[in-house]
C-alpha cells in the first residue's frame, strides 16, 4: 500500500520568503515576550498616572465610565488586526497590512502616519518621568520651581527627565535582540505586580463609595466633559498591535501574535479600569482640586503613607521606563520595515540589521534623536505637553482607521486579497478569524476609530491651550496633521520625479537604441 508522506508544515522563516523578505531579525521570542511588548506599549501605569489628571479635570469622577466605552471600542479594532496579524505576520504591521488590503500609495501614507505617531508618542512616555520622580524626590526637579507638567519649570525639567531616558532606551534598542526581549519581560512582570498591588492597597484604604463615580464634575457641560475625559482611556489603550510588529522576531507568529494582541489590550484594559476606581474611592479629597492636578500621585502618597506611596510611584517609574523602551522598538520596527522596501529617505541604511544583535541600528538611532528633538518643545511652552501627547494619538488612532477601512472595504467585496476566508494559512494551519462576525465587528471598529479620531483632534481651546489661550496650541493637533500630510505628498512627489529622471538618464538597451 502507497503512503504519502504528509510534508511537514512551512518553518517561519519559509513562511516570511512567500512574502518576499529573508529572515533577518533575530527569531527567539517566546509568548510571554510578545504578550509583553503589546502590554509594556500600553503600559497602564505610565499612561494612567500622566493622564489620569486631565480626565478627572474634565468629566470628574464620572470619566471613570470612559474607560470601558473606550476599551470596547479598542477590542472591535484588535479583533481586526488579530485576523490581520494570523495573515501577515511582518515586521510594520500597519503599513504592511494596509498596503496589503489597499493599494502601496494608501498604504504608505498609513506607515508614514504611525511612524511619525509612533516617535511622539516615544516622547510623550518619556515626559511621564516627570508625573512621579519628583514626587518620589524633590531632587529630580533639576530646575527648581514648580514640578507641576502644566508649568514652565515643570515642563522644562520633563524635557530634561526625558533626554535622559531616551539615552538609555536607545541603548538597549541596539545592544541585542534577547537583551530587549529579556529587559521588556521582566519590566512588564514588574509593572504588572505594581500594578495589582496598587489597586489592592488602594481598595483597602478607600474613604469613598462606589456611587462617586456617578458624579460628573469637572468643566462643561456633561457631555462634552465626558468627551475629553474619554481622553485618558483613549491616551492609554493603544499600542496593542506591538505584537503584531515583533511578528518577524517571534516564534509561530501566527498563532501567537493574534492571542497576544487581544490578551495584552484586555489585561492592560481591566488593570487600568481598577487602577483609576481604586483611586477614585481611595481619594482624601474629591473637590480639593489635587486629583486634577496631581492625579494619582497625590492618591498613593497621601492614602498610603510617604514610605509606600513612593516606593510604588518608583515601580512606576520602571513602568515608564519600559514602555518607552517598547514603543521605540515598535517604532524602529516600522521604520525598518518601511526602508526595507525602500520607500523612505535613506532606505539603504535604515534596512540593515546587524547580523550579530539582530538590531536595525540605524531606525533605532533615528527614532531616539527625533524624539528628542520633539522633547525640546516642552522648553518653548508648558502646553506643548499636552499638544504633544494629544498629536500622537491622533495620529495613531487615524493609522488604525487606515487599517480597518481598507479591511472593511474587503469584506464588502468579498474574500479579501491575501486573506484566508475558511481560516486556514496556505499549509492547513487554522487561524485566528472572527467568521460571520467579521463585517459587522469591522464596520463597528472602523466607525469608532473616526469618532474617536474627531474627538481627540476637535480644537478645544480649553483643552489645548488653557493658560494663554494661543491659537496655535490650540490647532496644534490638526496643524502638525496637515504638515505630515503635506510632506509625505511633497516626499512622494519628489520621489517620484527622481525615479522618473533617473530611468531617463540610462542609456537605452543596445536592441532599442535604434529607435530613439
Keep these: 500500500m502507497d503512503v504519502t508522506a504528509t510534508p511537514p508544515p512551512p518553518t517561519d522563516e519559509a513562511a516570511l520568503r512567500t512574502f518576499g523578505y529573508r529572515q533577518e531579525l533575530h527569531r527567539s521570542m517566546g509568548r510571554y515576550a510578545s504578550f509583553a511588548a503589546g502590554f509594556s506599549f500600553i503600559s497602564v501605569l505610565t499612561t494612567v498616572f500622566q493622564f489620569f489628571a486631565i480626565g478627572y479635570s474634565f468629566g470628574g469622577a464620572a470619566f471613570f465610565w470612559t474607560w470601558p466605552v473606550v476599551l470596547a471600542g479598542q477590542l472591535l479594532v484588535a479583533l481586526c488586526f488579530a485576523e490581520l496579524a494570523a495573515r501577515y505576520p511582518i515586521s510594520g504591521s500597519i503599513y504592511q497590512w494596509s498596503t496589503r488590503l489597499s493599494t502601496p500609495a494608501f498604504g504608505w501614507f498609513a506607515g508614514w502616519i504611525m ?212 514603543i521605540q522598538t515598535a517604532a524602529t520596527r516600522m ?47 508648558p502646553e506643548a505637553f499636552l499638544a504633544i501627547g494629544t498629536t500622537c494619538i491622533v495620529l495613531l488612532y487615524l493609522a488604525y482607521a487606515m487599517v480597518t477601512g481598507p479591511l472593511l472595504a474587503q469584506r464588502l467585496r468579498g474574500p479579501w486579497r491575501g486573506g484566508a476566508p475558511a481560516g486556514t494559512a496556505e499549509d492547513g494551519t487554522p487561524l485566528f478569524s472572527m467568521g460571520r462576525w467579521g463585517l459587522p465587528v469591522n464596520a463597528l471598529a472602523f466607525c469608532y476609530g473616526l469618532a474617536m479620531t474627531v474627538n481627540l483632534a476637535w480644537p478645544r481651546a480649553e483643552v489645548y491651550a488653557p493658560i494663554t489661550g494661543h491659537w496655535f496650541f490650540q490647532w496644534f493637533t490638526l496643524l502638525f496633521l496637515a ?20 530611468a531617463a538618464a540610462e542609456p537605452l538597451p543596445v536592441a532599442n537604441a535604434g529607435q530613439a
Design 115 to 326: 511612524i511619525l505617531g509612533q516617535i511622539v508618542v516615544i516622547a510623550a512616555a518619556a515626559l511621564a518621568l516627570q508625573v512621579v520622580l519628583p514626587s518620589i524626590w524633590s531632587g529630580f526637579q533639576l530646575v527648581g520651581g514648580d514640578p507641576a507638567p502644566t508649568t514652565a519649570t515643570g515642563a522644562a525639567n520633563a524635557a530634561i527627565l526625558g533626554l535622559v531616558l531616551l539615552a538609555l532606551t536607545t541603548a538597549v534598542n541596539v545592544i541585542d535582540n534577547r537583551v530587549l526581549a529579556r529587559v521588556n519581560s521582566i519590566g512588564v512582570t514588574t509593572e504588572i505586580i505594581g500594578a495589582v498591588l496598587i489597586v489592592v492597597l488602594l481598595l483597602t484604604h478607600a474613604e469613598n463609595a462606589p456611587g462617586v463615580t456617578f458624579s460628573t464634575g469637572g468643566q462643561g457641560g456633561a457631555i462634552g466633559a465626558l468627551l475629553v475625559g474619554s481622553f485618558t482611556a483613549a491616551y492609554v489603550l493603544i499600542g496593542f498591535d506591538s505584537a503584531g510588529e515583533l511578528s518577524e522576531e517571534t516564534r509561530n507568529p501566527r498563532r501567537v501574535a493574534p492571542r497576544t494582541i487581544l490578551t495584552a489590550l484586555t489585561a492592560a484594559g481591566l488593570l487600568g479600569g481598577l487602577i483609576i476606581f481604586a483611586g477614585l474611592l481611595a481619594a482624601p479629597s474629591l473637590t480639593d482640586g489635587r486629583l486634577a492636578t496631581e492625579g494619582l500621585s497625590y492618591v498613593l502618597t497621601s492614602s498610603l503613607g510617604d514610605w509606600v506611596g513612593k516606593l510604588l510611584l518608583a515601580d512606576v517609574t520602571v513602568a515608564i521606563a519600559v514602555a518607552t523602551m517598547a
Design 335 to 381: 521604520l525598518f520595515s518601511m526602508a526595507r522596501d525602500g520607500v523612505v529617505p535613506f532606505s539603504g541604511a535604515l534596512s540593515r540589521v546587524s547580523p550579530r544583535t539582530g538590531m536595525p541600528t540605524g531606525p533605532a538611532l533615528v527614532t531616539g534623536v527625533l524624539a528628542a528633538a520633539i522633547l525640546l518643545l516642552n522648553f518653548a511652552s
Design 483 to 502: 504638515a505630515v500630510v503635506a510632506l509625505g505628498l511633497l516626499y512622494r512627489r519628489l520621489r517620484r520625479t527622481g525615479s522618473v529622471a533617473a
